[in-house]
């Protein structure tokens, strides 16, 4: 069974680890995970308008997107994260990934992160292996269409 999802599961930020942030989940076929989402920078609606380009991106067919989960204040932020979408043909392969901001010098915000991704890699230097995890395309699709209630023609 080949299922995608990521949804933002309330509206309205709550205190999480002394933080106010919403709660995201993703599922990917089997793969379930719940996120907190910072609302110091971002609010729901700019999740969402990244989420829906980042999708629409790789239902366009380009080879590498994203979905930011987690951005704070450019200026200031140190880490951000955010799941990688890489599109191999029929199939997209999704990374858990972290972009660390350790000198402020990154011009990163929601036009330019696609140009922050690097390419796929299945395993580290060190050779461990990345935990990857693929859905199809045609999922991503459905997920889409009925999130966003418009269709997406591959380019």
């Known amino acids: 069974m080949n299922r995608f999802q990521c949804t933002i599961l309330d509206k309205t930020p709550?205190?999480?680890?002394d933080s106010l942030s919403?709660?995201?989940?993703?599922i990917i076929d089997d793969f379930k995970e719940t996120?907190?989402?910072?609302s110091d920078?971002?609010?729901?609606?700019?999740?969402?308008k990244q989420w829906k380009e980042g999708l629409k991106r790789t239902l366009r067919g380009d080879k590498k997107s994203?979905?930011?989960?987690?951005?704070?204040?450019?200026k200031k932020w140190l880490c951000l994260q955010w799941w990688i979408l890489y599109r191999e043909g029929d199939?997209?392969?999704?990374?858990?990934?972290?972009?660390?901001?350790?000198?402020n010098d990154i011009p990163?915000?929601?036009?330019?992160?696609?140009s922050y991704i690097d390419d796929r890699i299945s395993v580290t230097e060190e050779g461990h292996k990345i935990s990857?995890?693929?859905?199809?395309?045609?999922?991503?699709?459905?997920?889409y269409e009925k999130t966003y209630g418009e269709c997406v023609e591959e380019q």
Do not use: S
């Open 132 to 143: 990857e995890f693929p859905t199809t395309v045609q999922a991503v699709r459905e997920f």
């Open 108 to 114: 990163f915000d929601k036009n330019t992160c696609y």
């Open 91 to 103: 199939q997209v392969i999704i990374h858990d990934h972290r972009l660390y901001n350790e000198r």
């Open 66 to 74: 994203c979905l930011i989960y987690n951005i704070q204040d450019p």
């Open 35 to 38: 996120f907190l989402m910072i």
């Open 41 to 48: 920078y971002w609010q729901y609606e700019d999740y969402e």
């Open 22 to 26: 919403y709660l995201g989940e993703i």
């Open 14 to 17: 709550k205190i999480r680890f």
